[in-house]
């Protein structure tokens, strides 16, 4: 006769058999216990990880400055020069949260280092209807005037 644990399982319910100390049930225990204690570990390791890429995405952009509640931020791994002069570099816009039409606007910036001009190559804008615009035309070259936010950026990315 081939004994298996369920047998000896049945019988205890029944009482057929006298219950030992056999440990019904413990193995089921210890694989419970074993995959809580996995699933806490992947749960702190996930927000381990993932507070790890927020700090290093929050790292590249740069503030520059707050103009009328609305804060300047450049990224700083875009920064790239296309010649001696001329670097480009995405910058974003964040603004307060009574804003009435945009959340959010990110531009790609081409400045003239030399001759002190910018001009946006390419414009995101997240309005509060949650519609991405997007312009792909290039804005003309604008002339980079004091004390402004575009001087702020002239004098950052222009460092070499």
Known sequence: MNITFEHYRVR?????????????????????????????????????????????????????????????????????????????????????????KVIESRYLNEINCAKRTIRFIQAHIKPKNGKDSISKESSPLMNIAPDTMFEKLHDTVCKK
């Open 12 to 100: 205890c319910r029944v009482g057929n058999i006298g219950v030992g100390n056999i440990g019904v049930g413990s193995a089921r225990w210890q694989r419970h216990h074993l995959l809580v204690a996995m699933v806490n570990y992947a749960v702190v390791l996930g927000v381990v990880l993932f507070a790890f890429n927020s700090m290093a995405l929050d790292a590249r952009w740069k503030f520059i400055g707050m103009a009328e509640n609305v804060k300047f931020y450049y990224d700083s791994l875009t920064v790239t020069y296309t010649d001696k002069n001329t670097v480009r570099f995405w910058t974003t816009q964040v603004f307060p949260e009574g804003h009435t």
